[in-house]
């Protein structure tokens, strides 16, 4: 976010006032209104102490300010309006009360403004540090649409741990979805190892396998360590990469639910070679477990994390992604990656019968033409 844009989020909102705005003028004019009807009988301005508070949750420390002066320059008013009241021992009291009521008001005032604008601050650099971590996914990448949707589980926050970037290399289009174990900080800054280390590695390794060892060192190098470090942090994960010469998506599959295929007879789920979860590596044998697989022009790769497959219903059903997608897009076409994207965050939500605190991540991919016939594809494995 620039200085401008920063400084213009500082200024004071202007959105629609709500009723809380009108409340001090509310019970200012029905004040002034209860004093005329009882014709001065009755000492009716002891409500103006209270307008000050009222001010100071939603105005700034000068709008609460004059809000305390008009109170109290209606008090005096008001009580100069029957003889011999305005100087009486009780109205002096309601001065004095009103003044140090304003005084308080004002620096309550001043510590809400101080409070949000902090607040702003902070979710400013949430936000720049969101769009470092987890790019906006381009629409058209070579042969490759995309489309891909991120919400962090723990309220408030922008940054969580699932993760997710798609990439035009030497080698193709690659993608990258994964889910960190664990939350907070240690999280975050696992994915942004995970995430910067992708970045480069997937210009430089040919092998897609390379790629996760390269992925596995930068967990071990860059993952927290010591007393607030995680000895159980591991991360699941989709490596994918769709070659420039087309028609197949090879993938990598490190412990992560595995892709869904949508085309036009319904959805498949794609059969991997699962192996540990990056950051586990070490503690199995090192070979190429890539599978190949065949992808025709208008079926759309989707990959999700386990926020949405293990969403919950009211009697405790997790989320069947597999069947609803098949139920939505069953016959239908090349649906684009964003109508399927914008289907599941939104079906997997409704499903929800409670706010999980769990991220929720889903990408989805497809090839814009077939690169070969249809009928000369097939599943194959990597020899």
């Given at each position: 976010?620039?200085?401008?844009?920063?400084?213009?989020?500082?200024?004071?909102?202007?959105?629609?006032?709500?009723w809380v705005?009108w409340?001090?003028l509310?019970a200012?004019a029905?004040?002034?209104?209860?004093?005329?009807?009882?014709h001065?009988?009755?000492?009716v301005?002891?409500?103006?102490?209270?307008?000050?508070?009222?001010?100071?949750?939603?105005?700034?420390?000068?709008?609460?300010?004059l809000s305390?002066?008009?109170?109290?320059?209606?008090?005096?008013?008001?009580?100069?309006?029957?003889?011999?009241?305005?100087?009486?021992?009780?109205?002096?009291?309601?001065?004095?009360?009103?003044?140090l009521?304003?005084v308080?008001?004002?620096?309550?005032s001043w510590?809400?403004e101080?409070?949000?604008?902090?607040?702003?601050?902070?979710?400013?650099v949430?936000?720049?540090?969101?769009?470092?971590l987890?790019?906006?996914?381009p629409?058209?990448?070579?042969?490759?649409?995309a489309s891909?949707?991120?919400?962090?589980?723990?309220?408030?926050?922008?940054?969580?741990?699932?993760?997710?970037?798609v990439?035009?290399?030497p080698?193709?289009?690659?993608a990258?979805?994964?889910?960190?174990?664990?939350k907070?900080?240690?999280?975050?800054?696992?994915?942004a190892?995970?995430?910067?280390?992708?970045r480069?590695?997937?210009?430089?390794?040919?092998?897609l396998?390379s790629?996760?060892?390269?992925?596995?060192?930068?967990?071990a190098?860059?993952?927290?360590a010591?007393?607030?470090?995680d000895?159980?942090?591991?991360?699941?994960?989709?490596?994918?990469?769709?070659?420039?010469?087309?028609?197949?998506?090879?993938v990598?599959?490190?412990g992560?639910?595995?892709?869904?295929?949508?085309?036009?007879?319904?959805?498949?789920?794609?059969?991997?070679?699962?192996?540990?979860?990056l950051?586990?590596?070490?503690?199995?044998g090192?070979?190429?477990?890539?599978?190949v697989?065949?992808?025709g022009?208008?079926e759309v790769?989707v990959?999700?994390?386990?926020?949405?497959?293990?969403?919950?219903?009211?009697?405790?059903?997790?989320?069947?992604?597999?069947?609803?997608?098949?139920?939505?897009f069953r016959?239908?076409?090349?649906?684009?990656?964003?109508?399927?994207?914008s289907?599941?965050?939104?079906?997997?939500?409704?499903?929800?019968?409670?706010?999980?605190d769990?991220?929720?991540?889903?990408?989805?991919?497809?090839?814009?033409?077939?690169?070969v016939?249809?009928?000369?594809?097939a599943?194959?494995s990597?020899?």
């Amino acid at each position: 976010m620039t200085s401008r844009n920063l400084a213009a989020a500082l200024r004071p909102p202007s959105p629609r006032r709500g009723w809380v705005w009108w409340l001090p003028l509310i019970a200012v004019a029905v004040d002034v209104l209860a004093e005329f009807a009882v014709h001065g009988r009755e000492p009716v301005s002891f409500m103006l102490i209270a307008v000050p508070p009222l001010a100071a949750a939603t105005r700034g420390p000068w709008g609460t300010a004059l809000s305390a002066v008009v109170c109290l320059g209606l008090e005096m008013w008001m009580a100069a309006r029957r003889v011999g009241h305005f100087g009486e021992q009780h109205h002096i009291a309601m001065y004095v009360a009103t003044l140090l009521i304003g005084v308080a008001s004002v620096a309550l005032s001043w510590q809400r403004e101080r409070t949000r604008r902090h607040l702003i601050r902070a979710n400013s650099v949430a936000e720049a540090m969101q769009r470092t971590l987890l790019r906006p996914v381009p629409r058209r990448l070579g042969p490759v649409r995309a489309s891909a949707f991120y919400e962090a589980g723990e309220g408030g926050t922008l940054v969580g741990g699932d993760l997710y970037d798609v990439c035009e290399t030497p080698f193709g289009v690659r993608a990258i979805i994964g889910d960190v174990r664990g939350k907070g900080l240690n999280a975050v800054q696992t994915v942004a190892a995970v995430l910067g280390s992708f970045r480069v590695s997937a210009h430089e390794w040919q092998s897609l396998s390379s790629l996760a060892e390269r992925l596995e060192l930068s967990i071990a190098r860059n993952s927290p360590a010591g007393d607030d470090g995680d000895p159980e942090l591991f991360v699941t994960a989709l490596v994918m990469e769709f070659p420039a010469d087309g028609g197949e998506v090879r993938v990598v599959d490190r412990g992560h639910p595995a892709p869904l295929v949508i085309g036009p007879e319904g959805v498949r789920r794609l059969a991997t070679a699962p192996g540990l979860p990056l950051g586990l590596g070490g503690l199995a044998g090192r070979e190429d477990d890539t599978t190949v697989h065949a992808l025709g022009a208008g079926e759309v790769l989707v990959v999700y994390t386990d926020g949405i497959s293990e969403a919950r219903d009211a009697d405790g059903v997790f989320y069947p992604v597999l069947e609803r997608l098949t139920a939505r897009f069953r016959g239908e076409r090349a649906p684009a990656p964003e109508t399927v994207v914008s289907f599941l965050r939104t079906d997997s939500q409704q499903w929800s019968a409670r706010s999980d605190d769990d991220d929720r991540a889903a990408l989805a991919l497809s090839l814009a033409a077939p690169a070969v016939p249809i009928s000369a594809r097939a599943d194959r494995s990597p020899p």
